[in-house]
């Protein structure tokens, strides 16, 4: 029951922020073009989520009865998040829209993933989002009498620790439009392609679970600015506010 309370009170309160800081900060992008946008995320995330949901488990889909309830029936936050991301891509393309539209969505995503996150954690081992068996202190018995890794405890730490950085690095740094979207994806892509190392699951050959293997996907799609990560930072605004502060700085002359 409070996991779907929990959902329900994400999606809710996730969309209100995001209409309060839209309204805040303004928008590059224009009503009509951001409704499509919006659209193109909501229907992106949904069919991801469900796709990977789905590939999780390969050998419980290849003997399911229904593949399509199998599908629907299965769904993940990474799956959604990169679904979300290329049916905004799509939509852009057909607008012909080039300003990035991602940075509204990143604080109130955060936000409702930790809302979300709290609810799995409500279920204990009757979702799957449970880790394995540990012995360390903050181990947690999730109802089968096994101490377990807390992972949707670890993730809710992760994502309140991002939010936190990513608002002091914005104080610190002025970025390029689409950077705290960016910097969001590419660091929950490298944290969930960890967690997944102590989360039980379906391991192909290679040692990676289908979340991993998406994650990689994520990872390789941003490769440019995990490389050369300057991309991601505003050099001339940056040099202006430096030249702004020097100038106020300098003493007066007396003369």
């Given at each position: ?11 809710f ?96 995503m ?30 947690l ?29 914005e ?59 300057k ?25």
């Amino acid at each position: 029951m409070l996991h779907t309370i929990t959902e329900i009170a994400a999606l809710f309160i996730g969309f209100r922020y995001y209409i309060h800081l839209r309204k805040k900060q303004g928008d590059a992008i224009t009503p009509e073009k951001r409704t499509w946008i919006v659209i193109g995320a909501v229907f992106g995330a949904f069919f991801g989520s469900r796709l990977i949901g789905g590939l999780e488990d390969p050998v419980s889909m290849l003997h399911s009865r229904n593949i399509f309830w199998h599908f629907y029936s299965n769904k993940t936050v990474v799956g959604g998040f990169l679904g979300g991301l290329a049916g905004v891509e799509i939509i852009k393309y057909f607008m012909k829209e080039k300003k990035s539209s991602g940075d509204l969505f990143t604080y109130p995503m955060i936000l409702a993933l930790i809302i979300g996150r709290i609810g799995c954690f409500s279920m204990g081992v009757y979702e799957d989002t449970y880790g394995v068996s540990s012995s360390l202190p903050w181990a947690l018995d999730l109802g089968d009498g096994i101490s377990r890794h807390p992972v949707c405890l670890y993730e809710i730490l992760f994502l309140a620790l991002l939010w936190i950085g990513l608002v002091r690095l914005e104080n610190y740094y002025a970025l390029i439009s689409g950077a705290r979207f960016k910097i969001f994806m590419i660091t929950y892509c490298m944290f969930r392609f960890l967690l997944d190392f102590i989360k039980p699951h379906y391991t192909f050959g290679i040692g990676l679970s289908t979340i991993q293997l998406t994650c990689a996907a994520g990872l390789i799609y941003y490769y440019r600015y995990i490389i050369h990560p300057k991309k991601l930072i505003d050099r001339t605004r940056n040099a202006n506010s430096s030249a702004a502060h020097e100038e106020t700085a300098m003493p007066k002359s007396v003369y």
